[in-house]
């Protein structure tokens, strides 16, 4: 499709795409000094108090403060071919996007502003304080608090509630916590505690295949490099394998694992996690915080079984969509990307396969996944917006690298020395695009 933005007849067209990002940018900033929009929440950047005086006990506890690490390998499955399914065209005035991406980026620049003079660290916490503290938590509200960051040391109790894990009911939360952790240590006993002569070939093989991928999770940060920690992430990964037959053990789901091992062991070890030993913490608390990362990833997966079942069409479908979101954003790189025949399942897959967990430094994992617990079932489309945010930061840069380098650059991101403030960033757009496209009746609708 040709698109006419120069010379008399495309000048109109131009400004009311101008209109248009303009009149978003506004509604996204209106959002952001606290006016409400149904289902959707404010970007904050957080900052955290200088003291805990007035938050209950049970929330005054430290930071703790993760390593940056990412690994570097390419799954097997990049090399496959997408069967595309059949797109409808987005609405013409959104399709018109793609020519303003300078626009965009400074639009996002100014939401980048606004959310930096919002910032109101102790505000937040006493917000979060009030919500944890009812006898009934309200979810959605919850979600909306959440969704720009929950301050570290709540977060174990506030994942365990966007997810469903622990019930609101305050009244009712401890029983079923225990309930939940008794039954998973009873399958662990029939599934993992057994000999290999009562285990199927194929059962052997998934448990071989986990311990090779144990010591390979995050190889960057030290602590999980400690036997006894590989061992746990092995019983959880063999007994979610063993009652999900229908996907089983997928390599990935391994990375998927660290979030919610590391934010439910926070609650037991203070400070760097450089400076963590599992071996400090009693055999019957392992098993809970165990118990709570196998029932927190069945949760997480359960939004998204497609995206690991034979052939992952979940994720295929997505890496698609991505493609066309790029093209309509940015159809420079898009077209660039394309002339230099690289496909976007070639980097893309992996992304989406881990959720991000190898691309960025390890200790921003906890607050991105604090957006996409926020945003529950919603959470596999949102990723697409995510991941294109993800991948335009460096656009600039992307159209001028030939195959090889662009193959080498996307498997190796400069992320390195990122920090909360490039994260945000990314998030930012990705909401700022979400407002602009998701509207539009066809948006990347399949066929």
Known sequence: MNDNTHGEEGQPKRQNLDSRLSQT??????????????????????????????????Y???????????????????????????????????HKLRSSASNIKHAAREVKSVMGARSTGSAR?????????????VIERLRELSWSGVPPYMRPDVWRLLLGY???????????????RIEY??????????????RSDDEINMLRQISVDCPRTVPDVAFFQQPQVQKSLERILYTWAIRHPASGYVQGINDLVTPFLVVFLSEYLDG??????????????????????????????????DHYTFAQPGIQRLVFKLKELVRRIDEPVSRHVEDQGLEFLQFAFRWFNCLLIREIPFHLVTRLWDTYLAEGDALPDFLVYIFASFLLTWSDTLRTLDFQ????????????????????????????WHSMFNNSPSHLATS
């Open 25 to 58: 940018l506004r509604n996204v900033q209106q959002l952001l000094k606290g006016r409400s929009i149904p289902g959707k929440v404010s970007l904050t950047r957080r900052l955290e108090p200088s003291g805990n005086s007035g938050l209950p006990k049970q």
């Open 60 to 94: 005054q506890r430290s930071y703790s403060q993760n390593d940056a690490g990412r690994s570097n390998d390419v799954d097997k499955y990049m090399e496959g071919e997408v069967r595309n399914p059949n797109i409808s065209d987005i609405n013409m005035t959104v």
């Open 125 to 137: 916490v006493l917000k979060f304080t009030k919500e944890l503290s009812g006898q009934m938590v």
């Open 166 to 180: 622990a019930p609101p009911n305050s009244d009712r939360r401890e029983g079923v916590l225990r309930r939940k």
């Open 185 to 198: 240590l009873d399958c662990v006993a029939q599934f993992y505690d057994i000999p290999d002569t009562e």
């Open 272 to 305: 760097s996690i450089d400076s963590w030993s599992i071996s400090d913490i009693s055999s019957a608390n392992i098993s809970n915080i165990e118990a709570d990362c196998y029932w927190c990833l069945s949760q997480l997966l359960d939004g998204m079984q």
């Open 405 to 432: 380098e662009l193959v080498m650059f996307l498997q190796h991101l400069p992320t390195h020395n990122w920090t909360d403030q490039e994260l945000e960033m990314v998030l930012s757009r990705a909401y700022m």
